[in-house]
């Protein structure tokens, strides 16, 4: 009898599987993928995910180098598929972690006892960025995919009294987190996933560059043969122990094949890659002789330079520029990688040029002040409509060029995906 009814159990559960749209295995095609959006106000770039029981709907900002899903778990936030990691969790509790108790209060995500304490960094919250939390394990959803296992997150309480700046400031409106990508902790989305379905540590991600279209992020795999991209080029993202960021080592920048120099201590390419970053930034030492080169191409193709918008270094007038193969027709940067074997990150007016105002186009590229710490942080804007594929277990990035050049194919169009 009881094996009977453990067969009708088993029988059940395969039914309500099968016939729920959000399968747990992982995806036969190879990928899990997130839709992302693009918020026109901040540049940002975003994902909405499911959390916790009932499921609740959130939007992550992406963000390549944190080390967690963080998310906002405020008084009205409850969830009774949680679990918290307890302080005695060697595996993903550090020692250095501090240990919260929720002395008699109801329990709920942020407020649980023995609990291993979380600090969730938001990046644009000026001096203080740091927030703390606590680590927990809750249901998680991908819009195909129920996460099989509980998922480990940071959940920080927006109305903690420990946290008297606003936990969510500078990010997209609406939004209740962000969702890290971090290469080196074991808490960062492809990490997980990696580890909860034994596949490799890999995503590609393929920005969106309008609000009106959605681009995508792909996790565990790419949707399309990567090796028939044209102009792909794979260079190497050094391994750093202790660094949740993805660097590449730009040797020099090049405008319309004519070397930028740059003065002082010499150029010092060490090349960040930041979806948090709206627009490239250049420590000073770069942006200043970069801009003075550009206008000099610039004005050579007739380019009128107009009055700068801010915080750009140099603007035309939009009627001057033209337009070839479908994007704007200017002077053509390339961050170089390697000379010798001529790989370089190349930066044409689809990617260089943004539309300010009306009829004001500027060189999308910002100064970063001479106490900048990266020579280079290659922003968001830089990487719409192209593919960059990380992948962490061999330490390669490959990117594509931009996609609009190659039969008007974008990130919003997969299917012009495939080439
Ligand atoms: C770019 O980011 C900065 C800093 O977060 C922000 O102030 C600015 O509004 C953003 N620019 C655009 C065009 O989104
Ligand atoms: C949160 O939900 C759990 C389980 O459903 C319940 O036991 C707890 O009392 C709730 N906490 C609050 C603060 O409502
Ligand atoms: C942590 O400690 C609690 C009580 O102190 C114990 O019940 C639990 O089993 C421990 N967990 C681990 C993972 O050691
Ligand atoms: C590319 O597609 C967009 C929208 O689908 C269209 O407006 C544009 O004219 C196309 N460009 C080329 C060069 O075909
Ligand atoms: C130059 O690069 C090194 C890493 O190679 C970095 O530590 C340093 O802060 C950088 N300095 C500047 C001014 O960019």
């Not at 309500?16 to 993928?33: A, H, L, M, N, R």
């Not at 304490?117 to 203080?128: H, Q, R, S, W």
Request: charged share 15%; with cysteine.
């Amino acid at each position: 009898m009881a094996s009977l009814f453990h067969h009708f159990l088993i029988l059940s559960i395969l039914i309500i599987f099968s016939s729920s749209q959000c399968e747990s295995q992982f995806p036969k095609s190879g990928y899990i993928t997130l839709p992302t959006k693009l918020d026109p106000e901040t540049h940002q770039y975003y994902t909405s995910i499911g959390m916790g029981t009932p499921r609740h709907n959130m939007n992550l900002v992406i963000a390549l180098d944190q080390n967690a899903l963080w998310y906002d778990c405020n008084s009205h936030y409850n969830s009774s598929s949680y679990i918290p990691v307890s302080c005695n969790d060697s595996t993903y509790c550090p020692e250095t972690s501090a240990c919260y108790n929720c002395h008699g209060a109801p329990h709920k995500p942020g407020c649980t006892d023995n609990t291993c304490g979380y600090n969730a960094v938001n990046p644009f919250v000026i001096d203080t960025p740091f927030f703390s939390g606590d680590l927990g394990q809750d249901l998680l959803y991908f819009p195909q995919v129920k996460i099989p296992r509980r998922f480990h997150s940071g959940c920080v309480e927006s109305d903690s009294p420990h946290n008297t700046l606003p936990l969510l400031g500078g990010l997209v409106k609406g939004s209740n987190g962000m969702l890290g990508f971090g290469r080196n902790s074991q808490l960062s989305l492809p990490i997980q996933v990696s580890s909860i379905y034994n596949v490799i540590p890999k995503f590609a991600i393929c920005l969106p560059s309008s609000e009106k279209s959605i681009g995508n992020v792909f996790i565990g795999g790419t949707p399309y043969a990567l090796n028939s991209v044209p102009n792909r080029v794979a260079f190497s993202i050094p391994a750093a122990p202790d660094s949740n960021e993805y660097f590449i080592n730009a040797n020099s920048i090049k405008i319309d094949g004519e070397l930028v120099h740059v003065s002082g201590k010499g150029f010092n390419g060490t090349t960040k890659i930041s979806t948090m970053t709206n627009f490239t930034v250049l420590h000073s030492s770069i942006f200043k002789p970069f801009v003075k080169e550009f206008v000099k191409h610039a004005t050579a193709m007739k380019m009128k330079r107009v009055r700068a918008v801010e915080p750009f270094g140099a603007c035309f007038d939009g009627k001057s520029i033209g337009k070839k193969n479908g994007v704007p027709d200017v002077p053509r940067v390339n961050l170089v990688l390697d000379e010798s074997q001529g790989v370089s990150y190349e930066i044409n007016g689809h990617n260089s040029m943004f539309a300010a105002k009306k009829d004001v186009m500027c060189l999308a590229f910002v100064d970063g002040g001479k106490e900048a710490k990266a020579g280079i942080v290659l922003g968001g804007y830089q990487m719409e409509d192209r593919i960059l594929e990380f992948d962490l277990s061999t330490s390669i990035l490959r990117f594509s060029d931009s996609l609009l050049l190659h039969n008007n194919a974008s990130c919003s169009n997969p299917s012009s995906l495939n080439f």
